[in-house]
Structure formats: structure tokens, C-alpha cells
């Protein structure tokens, strides 16, 4: 019944185009997974929201390994390219 009332309102594949979601942790690993979320897609894009600048050039010097790990999980002809890293700063950052 879900799935004829997601298709009805064709929002089905918009929702498997974030499956990924599911496995954020097995992507980026425990400690990243708490600090960074998705944010959405814009065509081969994804942003990420992170609480600081410093948090966003670090993790975009991992970029090439996110992706490389995130392809696993897209969908089939799902392709992302690139992240964007957007700071959010009222968003927890792991404790020293």
C-alpha cells in the first residue's frame, strides 16, 4: 500500500535516490556519520552539512574516498560526482 500511494504521487524514485542514507555510517564511519548528514542532491552533486569551515576542508580532502565508498550504495544509473560541504555551525562537533 505504500508503495502504490509513493507511486501515485511519484515520489518513489526520489526516495530511492537517498537509500544511501541507510548505510551513512558504513560510508564515512561512526564518528563522521555524526558530525556530517546529506543534505539533498542536485545533479551530480551532494551536500553535505558539516558544523565548521575547518570541518568542510578536511573532509574535502576525503572526497575522492566518500565517493569512491558512496557509489556502493547508489541506485542503479544513480551517479554522483562531486560533494559540497555546507557548514551549519549549530551542528555537534566531536569532543577532544
Do not use: H
Not at 501515485?8 to 526516495?15: L, P, T, V
Not at 570541518?55 to 574535502?60: F, K, P, T, V, Y
Not at 566518500?66 to 551542528?91: C, M, S, W
Amino acid at each position: 500500500m505504500l508503495q502504490a500511494t509513493l507511486r501515485a504521487y511519484r515520489i518513489d524514485k526520489k526516495i530511492l535516490q537517498y537509500n544511501f542514507v541507510l548505510n551513512w555510517k558504513d560510508i564515512v564511519g561512526p564518528e563522521l556519520a555524526d558530525l556530517c548528514q546529506p543534505q539533498g542532491i542536485s545533479g551530480e552533486t551532494l551536500f553535505i552539512a558539516v558544523p565548521s569551515s575547518a570541518w568542510a576542508q578536511e573532509l574535502s580532502f576525503q572526497s575522492r574516498i566518500i565517493l569512491g565508498r558512496l557509489q556502493k550504495y547508489l541506485n542503479d544509473g544513480q551517479k554522483i560526482t562531486a560533494i559540497k560541504f555546507r557548514v551549519e555551525p549549530g551542528r555537534s562537533q566531536p569532543q577532544s
